[in-house]
């Protein structure tokens, strides 16, 4: 590893969505794990014996003999990450920031304070500047960054392109989120298996919020809400990984079925154009056969850090619809709050 790399920490690094930042981070080429922390029942422990390893791939050998730390704002990094969940985010979190880490969050804690950036690097690369906004505002020293609700940052890089080009004025979505959305071990398998749950706790809420601040403007100031109308259906289904997504838009300008594809086919961003490590060459990727995208076969498509489209058509109540599928632990989850992070390194806010 390069002596020059950034040292960073993992806070909740024993959970699912820690190890899957672990698994991330491992043989990175601007970042280097230099700190593991989480609870105390794992402090003192190798993050072998802390971690009940739960990821497809085995954990990287250069961790299995770290010691596990104290979530507290001394931890030996430059940049902190954290997997905690909201409870502990919203206490933990504002320390580190207040002593001077640049925190990149993957907790609703503080996704919708207004001076915090809720980003996804491709949507809005601009809303990273309200960090210097949030210290003055707070008198912190670091700052806190915070990536979207795993559903919602598929849904709204599909929406992104859209509403460039054609405008967005309405958008229905109805979601079947896997079980490893809820963490480890998800839901009981008693009450998935052969079953739908159409409830997800405050995961409707997310899904009608947080795209209007994402895709909305940035003044300097304040972020002026996108402004058009989301409603959500929120549903839990039996599959492993991989959220998948029906949605049905209204748009403010015409479009045809092939200017629609042509836009989300061509959509990249900053991410692109920097050449960030972990972005995907193709953040969108439209599939044109009849019955995909689907979990089993196109979840790991760009390395798990695309949305995948399918089946765009006409809507007879709307404008047009389509199916997204995107992967909710690694571009949902830490390979998001992971762009983040290298975003603002490329930015020179590290």
Not at 16 to 42: D, M, Y
Not at 45 to 72: D, Q
Not at 164 to 192: C, E, H, K, R
Request: proline share 7%; glycine share 8%; hydrophobic share 40%.
């Amino acid at each position: 590893m390069k002596e020059d790399t950034v040292k960073v920490a993992v806070i909740g690094a024993t959970g699912a969505v820690g190890q899957r930042f672990v698994q991330l981070l491992a043989n990175h080429p601007w970042f280097r794990i230099s700190a593991l922390a989480a609870s105390e029942r794992s402090t003192g422990k190798t993050y072998t014996e802390a971690c009940n390893w739960v990821l497809e791939t085995p954990m990287p050998e250069e961790v299995r003999g770290m010691p596990v730390v104290p979530a507290e704002p001394n931890v030996d990094a430059d940049v902190v990450f954290s997997a905690l969940p909201a409870e502990l985010a919203r206490e933990l979190e504002p320390k580190f920031a207040g002593a001077g880490y640049p925190v990149f969050s993957n907790a609703s804690a503080f996704r919708y304070e207004k001076d915090v950036p809720l980003v996804i690097t491709e949507v809005n690369p601009d809303h990273m500047q309200m960090v210097e906004l949030q210290k003055r505002s707070r008198g912190w020293k670091g700052f806190i960054v915070t990536n979207a609700n795993c559903s919602t940052t598929h849904l709204t890089l599909a929406l992104k392109p859209l509403h460039d080009a054609f405008g967005l004025d309405a958008v229905f979505v109805a979601t079947m989120q896997a079980v490893s959305g809820a963490g480890y071990p998800g839901v009981p398998s008693m009450d998935i298996l052969g079953n739908v749950i159409p409830y997800i706790g405050k995961e409707e809420w997310k899904l009608e919020t947080e795209p209007l601040k994402i895709l909305g403007s940035f003044d300097g100031e304040r972020v002026r809400s996108a402004g058009f109308s989301i409603s959500a259906h929120a549903n839990r289904v039996p599959v492993k990984d991989g959220h998948t997504e029906v949605v049905s838009v209204r748009l403010k300008t015409k479009a045809s079925p092939k200017e629609i594809e042509r836009a989300l086919r061509e959509f990249k961003g900053e991410p692109q154009a920097l050449g960030l490590p972990s972005a995907p060459s193709r953040p969108v990727v439209v599939m044109g056969e009849p019955d995909r995208p689907q979990p089993r076969f196109d979840l790991m498509v760009e390395n798990g850090m695309a949305t995948v489209v399918g089946r765009i058509r006409e809507c007879p109540i709307l404008d047009y619809k389509f199916v997204l599928l995107g992967h909710n632990t690694i571009r949902g989850a830490a390979g998001g709050s992971i762009l983040n992070a290298e975003l603002a390194f490329a930015k020179g806010l590290l």
